[in-house]
């Protein structure tokens, strides 16, 4: 799937939400005129930040990893603490985003658009420690502005998308949630070329993974990321998740999905040899460990929908001494 040419999911007109093929710069443009916000917000006035307000902006996005991604935080403390602490801004505004669409009480598409006109904005916000942070990590890596776009145009399918009818469908939503995230963090580490096709494939894997292990919440949300060609090869339909439907076909499903998750992994590792030797570690154990989520659900018999897999900290440990000599194979 060529980077330049994804196509995107977009707010209909007239208010309505549809899926239309546009790309992400049109999708976020739409949105903002659907919900009469310009597309950039003024915040000329407010001055630059001093470092001391900078450095506890960082902590702040340290604090929110911590709190709500133990995995993430595991496997970046293998990071240089400059590159550490920039990628954590990375997730916690990747984090931030995708809380603005789904803690939205009243009108997600008019949060998203102001979020969006934050994100462009020429300062920002001083009373938002996640903007500061990343705004800072963005001018010092000089970061795409269209991979931005990309992972804001992911948030937005969550407004307009809640089935996918193939997995080349899915695929589009996971490049947009995960795999735009692996391709900032080489912005950030550095990369060898050729890069890109595996960082993409890793990012697809880690949302698969997440999908497989949030059926649940999802469901809760009203939301069915399973494709329907691959609940209907096992006599399933997106109404039989919604209704919590748990059975040989559910357990059938997700074993598929599992082992497709898996193969994308393996087809991945290879990557990990393009990046700087001291990123490396770091991306391994990220793999690594989600990976290790996809047992875990196997662990839990397939339940999905009131079990979590995730893996503890001991195991996450164990997995190190392996890790670090596969490493150095590279």
Known sequence: MS??????FALGTAGKLSAQPLPAEEQLAL????????PY?????WPPHPPQATTAAYAECDRIIRQHSKSFYFSSQFLAPETRRAVRALYAFCRASDDTVDTATSDPARALAAWVQQVRAVR???HNPVLVA?????????LAPNLVNELLAGMAMDLSIQRYATFADLW???????????????????????????????????QLTNILRDVGDDVRRGRVYLPEEDLARFGLTADDILAGVYDERFKALMRFEIARAHQLYAESWPGIG?????????VAAASQVYRGILDQIAANDYDSYTRRAYLRWRDKLALLPRLWWEVRKF
């Open 31 to 38: 949105l903002l005129h659907l919900t009469d916000l310009a």
């Open 172 to 206: 589009l939503y996971c490049y947009r949630a995960a795999s735009v995230v692996g391709l900032l963090v080489m912005g950030i580490t550095g990369h060898a070329p050729g890069a890109e096709p595996y960082a993409i494939k890793l990012g697809v894997a880690l």
């Open 3 to 8: 980077l330049n040419s994804v196509p995107a």
């Open 274 to 282: 393009l990046m700087p030797p001291e990123s490396r570690l770091a």
């Open 41 to 45: 917000g003024g915040a000329d006035e």
């Open 134 to 142: 990343w705004h800072d990590t963005c001018t010092r890596y000089n």
């Open 124 to 126: 920002p916000a001083p």
